[in-house]
């Protein structure tokens, strides 16, 4: 299938701070989505992306679509205790029926 | 967000038993999917749904079996649970393959075969 890397795995940061993960797929994608995930719970579809070099925000997330159309970004500002969790990117192309997705980014914040 | 239920939330079985986990959903999205989660691996696809009765294999599809006899509902079964299908199981629902579609996600099932 796919692969998605997605970086880094994990990040540790002081509250406040701004944080930033990437994915990159080895394959053309047209829709990118980020999703967070806490303890013990499904995944929550953050952001959805459809187009090359879009850029869409979401209070302090702001995600963007690559021109290249094989990676996407995912940046948070000013990090709060409750932006902790696992957050993973997604990505479906225009050939089949799945949606593939990173190995997630592991966020702490510590206050 | 989609309204979709697993069920149940979490189970412990014995190795070699038949195990079947329930995915509902009340939105009437055409495709639904099966997920496996364990460290170090993310999201597996197992078998997804493009329809009542369509089903196609997913990465990680041997040892599982699904069935879709209604829209809302998508079953996944374990035919003879193993050890390695230990896993957190996740379903999701995705309203079709057009152009700007998202996938969303069920609580998860917790799975613990001994």
């Known amino acids: 299938g796919q692969q998605l890397n997605q970086s880094p795995q994990s990040m540790f940061i002081q509250e406040g701070e701004d944080v930033s993960m990437n994915c990159t797929s080895s394959s053309i994608f047209n829709t990118w989505l980020w999703y967070k995930q806490d303890p013990g719970e499904g995944p929550v579809l953050l952001i959805a992306?459809?187009?090359?070099?879009e850029l869409t925000s979401n209070g302090r997330l702001t995600a963007q679509f690559g021109i290249t159309r094989k990676d996407s970004f995912l940046n948070i500002s000013a990090s709060i205790p409750s932006d902790v969790g696992i957050y993973f990117c997604?990505?479906?192309?225009?050939?089949?029926?799945?949606?593939?997705f990173g190995t997630g980014t592991s966020l702490t914040v510590i206050p | 967000d989609a309204g979709i239920t697993q069920s149940p939330r979490h189970k412990v079985t014995e190795t070699g038993t038949p195990v079947t986990l329930r995915c509902h959903q009340t939105e009437n999205h055409r495709y639904m999917y099966w997920y496996r989660q364990d460290p170090g691996h993310g999201l597996r696809l197992i078998h997804y749904s493009y329809g009542v009765k369509d089903t196609d294999k997913g990465e990680v599809s041997d040892g599982y079996s699904v069935s879709r006899s209604k829209t809302e509902d998508f079953l996944l079964t374990l035919e003879s649970a193993t050890s390695s299908q230990t896993s957190v199981y996740f379903c999701a629902t995705s309203p079709g393959l057009g152009r700007n579609t998202e996938a969303f996600f069920g609580q998860g099932t917790r799975l613990t075969v001994v």
């Open positions: 992306l459809y187009k090359a070099g």
């Open positions: 997604a990505g479906k192309d225009s050939t089949g029926n799945q949606f593939y």
